[in-house]
């Protein structure tokens, strides 16, 4: 159990456009999900937290009108990168918690590479 | 807030040695992880270490916790090939109120004939 799905798994877009990104629990309601970005050959950075039903958490310096996080329902999370550039692209990973706080292990999805031209 | 400080960063072993992977966290924290991740490929969990003292092995690997140091080793025994991949340790935020992970710079682990 506690399988994460992401998708799409890779995808190549044109420098301005918008790409959405899935997240889904498919085995456990997760009431919370976790955005992670990984650049090449460094480590995983938190993007954002976002719970089901309320507005998402944001680490600093990432930009959430430029990361548009929506948690609609415990099984789906989607991240959008709005007017994607070029340094947008990377490895993005999600997680996901069966229950808020801080007691629960993280089930991580497969992630999406996206790669903006 | 809490660093996570993972070394070595690069491991080159030959096939049968012995190796240790030291992690470090500045804050306090009650859970460990460590994951394994290959080229292009997301995170595979390898352990939990909940408490002090904690000890868990899984074929060649074998990791431990000592809260009071703040250290937490991945320990490899008579390396294989397979092993290769980037080994990251991640520590529960935990002064985080939404239990979010604190990962280290990750150690690339190369594992030769």
């Known amino acids: 159990g506690a399988v994460v799905s992401q998708h799409p798994s890779w995808v190549i877009c044109k420098s301005g456009t918008s790409v959405k990104i899935e997240c889904r629990s498919l085995?456990?309601?997760?009431?919370?999900m976790f955005w992670y970005r990984q650049f090449p050959k460094q480590s995983l950075m938190l993007m954002a937290t976002?719970?089901?039903?309320?507005?998402?958490?944001?680490e600093q310096g990432v930009e959430k009108d430029k990361f548009l996080i929506n948690h609609a329902s415990l099984t789906l999370s989607t991240l959008t990168v709005t007017s994607a550039h070029p340094e947008d692209s990377s490895f993005y990973i999600c997680?996901?918690?069966?229950?808020?706080?801080?007691?629960?292990?993280?089930?991580f999805g497969p992630g999406t590479r996206l790669l903006v031209l | 807030e809490l660093k996570v400080e993972q070394n070595p960063l690069f491991l080159s072993m030959q096939e049968g040695k012995n190796y240790t992977i030291y992690c470090n966290y500045s804050?306090?924290?009650?859970?460990l992880y460590w994951y394994r991740q290959d080229p292009g490929k997301s995170l595979e969990s390898l352990f939990v270490?909940?408490?002090?003292?904690a000890v868990k092995q899984e074929g060649r690997l074998m990791a431990s916790l000592d809260t009071k140091a703040r250290l937490s080793t991945l320990h490899i025994t008579a390396a294989v090939h397979d092993l290769s991949a980037t080994y990251f340790c991640?520590?529960?935020?935990?002064?985080?109120?939404?239990?979010?992970?604190?990962f280290g710079k990750g150690t690339k682990l190369s594992v030769k004939p």
């Open positions: 997680s996901a918690s069966r229950v808020p706080g801080r007691r629960e292990t993280q089930y």
């Open positions: 085995d456990f309601q997760a009431t919370t």
């Open positions: 976002s719970n089901e039903g309320s507005k998402a958490t944001y």
């Open positions: 804050t306090t924290s009650d859970r």
């Open positions: 270490l909940l408490s002090n003292g």
């Open positions: 991640a520590a529960l935020n935990y002064g985080g109120s939404q239990g979010n992970l604190i």
